[in-house]
């Protein structure tokens, strides 16, 4: 299989994880006979410094172009607490959500055993927690008419959704939830808006076209409660796109550490793979980032091609890792691994030079060099 990957490295922490995962997509294809071809565009504050616009058209057309694109991260503090900004990083992901018609963003959020000291969460309540959050990713709030009034004392967005829009990422939902444990729900607020009353319509129009599926709805308020209270109940939660944004923010941390959760989106062309944490631009060139939500993207994205053994090998890389206590700083601040050598270690497993048992005392720091 041959593939063009559009690489876009972001800001802050994107270039050093991305790196990790293109290494390790790398690993696990090429024994195979498959080839992926890269090609680096811009976009991001990284963009603005380089072009003045955040999201320049050579990397539209390019992502256009190309068979999925592997993004890292967005965002830089300078533009954060300047809400006179007239152009900022962020405005460029959402052209170019936009642009390429991206209009469900997939979000799993898994547990791991061995970050469960992490979790915020006891860990009775962690057992079995398992769920996938679709997010709507090109409409509502974020895409309303946006104003401010000439005084500047008055400000509007608007949030609109068409059944269309509704319909389209509905389905994908329901045919996710046939696959998994068969339960689906929609997250909204349709005791206040009018919007999501469409959304909760739509859904039970759709809903006896698949009967296996058992569909329930919650508002959003609950649902941020029942996330935290019990998380287990969720299979397939399927929201608009602020609530997904929030919600998806608040589900990661049940895993122990925001760096681990990968997201796609998947519009009706190529589609955009990325880590869901930001840019962390504390952590820029340090090589102390988890490369893991990049690393596990690179797993969906294998996945979307349907080299699904190849990503079920990332995945099972990825666990060996925090099994062996070989993790970046975030997850243990003292005894802690480069963001580079969680890549190289990742890379070697898949491709098949660890011998399986091998233990971390035969791992020297920085190296993945058996001795
Ligand atoms: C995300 C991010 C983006 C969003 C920002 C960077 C525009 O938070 O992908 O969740 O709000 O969608
Ligand atoms: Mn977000």
Redesign the pocket.
Known sequence: MQKNIVVIEGDGIGPEVTRQAIKVINAVIEPNGHHFTYKYCLMGADAIDKTGNPLPDQTIEAALNSDAILFGA??HPKYDNDPSAKVR??QG??KL?KSLQLFA?IRPVATYPALQHLSPLKAKNLEGVDFIIF?E?TGGI?FGKKELSEDGQRASDDCVYTTEEIERIAHLAFKQAQLRRKRLTLVDKANVLETSRLWRKTVQQIAPQYADVKVDFLFVDNAAMQIILNPRQFDVMLTE??F??IL??EASVISGSLGLLP?ASIGKGAALF?P?H?SYPQAAGKDIANPLGSILSAAMLLDHFGLNKEAGKIREAANWTLQNGFVTKDIDPINFYFTSTIGELIADYVGGKIPGGVKKENIELRKSTII
């Open positions: 967005i965002g990083p962020e992901l959402l959500r963003n997010r990713l974020y796109n602020m997904g944004d998806s923010d997201s990325e869901i930001g």
